[in-house]
């Protein structure tokens, strides 16, 4: 049975709450994340989260088209860049790293194989692929920023749930994710005293809020609100704090998926140590997926954000 602690019996030292990180196990999904974010992918409060990843989807356009209506090119500006032009677009899209890769599966191409062709037989034998495409509808997402780009090309079933969904579904638990819910982006271990400090600064070398052109990563916890899950062997509560991490790509690189779980504490490199009772709940971007995160994931997160 598991106890939330009153602030006189929480075990707390001046500089945070003791500990045993041996206890449970660790996970390195959220450290990975740290590890490979440069620093304009990384923000300090959901707010302004959110604000980047709808200001993207504002300028999205999502349209599906006939696979075999799709022009390739090489651009007439630069001869080692394909271009295409795309029915209801007047402009030429340039695809990105991301989305030529996704065209390139979409007609069964090897896309390290034609990343290494001059653009003219490139264009060539994508045209080729795109007329004979046994599907015959693609889903096309694009966005204009000074440029039109082509950021996902999907099967014409792609249900795609754009990323500031997901941060505005944990902002109506979280707040801004900086302290004033209970939800927030962790603190850290000081490993000379076995504490885990929940009031660390949130900048861009500690924050856990993440997004790129490609996904959006968020990990949060609430590390002001110990619980005691029993005792130690020399009596001490043995305490953990409750945790959640949650991800999607609204292009198609990666699943939409919540993990809810019990930590001990994160340290520097955002290494989860003292990990128990880890769920997940994971959404494929298939046909009905926009129902399912509506129906099935919001409500897990919520309830679990909310319990007592």
């Not at 340039?94 to 030529?100: Q, R």
């Not at 790509?249 to 919540?258: D, N, T």
Request: net charge neutral.
């Amino acid at each position: 049975m598991t106890t939330i602690l009153s602030p006189a019996s929480r075990g707390a030292t001046s500089g945070g709450f003791r500990i045993d990180p041996s206890r449970g196990e660790r996970n390195a999904r959220v450290s990975s994340e740290w590890f490979s974010r440069p620093d304009d992918e990384r923000y300090l409060s959901l707010s302004d989260l959110h604000a980047a990843t709808l200001a993207r989807a504002e300028r999205a356009t999502a349209r599906t088209v006939e696979s075999r209506a799709i022009r390739v090119e090489a651009s007439r500006d630069n001869a080692e860049r394909l271009t295409l032009t795309v029915p209801g677009q007047s402009e030429p899209i340039a695809p990105t790293h991301w989305s030529f890769g996704q065209m390139c599966s979409l007609v069964g191409a090897p896309s390290s194989y034609l990343r290494n062709l001059p653009a003219p037989l490139a264009a060539i034998n994508l045209q080729h692929g795109l007329l004979s495409h046994r599907a015959e509808l693609v889903k096309t997402l694009e966005t204009e920023d000074g440029r039109v780009e082509l950021r996902a090309v999907t099967g014409p079933d792609y249900g795609r749930i754009w990323d500031h969904e997901l941060v505005g579904a944990v902002r109506k638990i979280a707040g801004d994710g900086t302290g004033d819910t209970n939800w927030k982006v962790p603190g850290m271990i000081d490993w000379a005293t076995m504490t885990h400090n929940p009031y660390v600064d949130i900048t861009k070398e500690t924050t856990t809020l993440y997004a790129s052109d490609r996904d959006v990563f968020l990990f949060l916890v609430d590390d002001t609100h110990p619980i005691e899950a029993g005792r130690l062997p020399n009596g001490d509560p043995d305490l953990y704090f409750r945790g959640f991490y949650a991800w999607n790509s609204e292009v198609g690189s990666k699943s939409l998926g919540i993990a809810s779980f019990y930590l001990r504490g994160v340290c520097q490199n955002r290494m989860l140590w003292g990990v128990e009772n880890f769920e997940q709940i994971t959404i494929r971007h298939s046909k009905f997926a926009a129902s399912r995160f509506v129906h099935q994931a919001t409500p897990a997160l919520r309830n679990f954000a909310t319990a007592s």
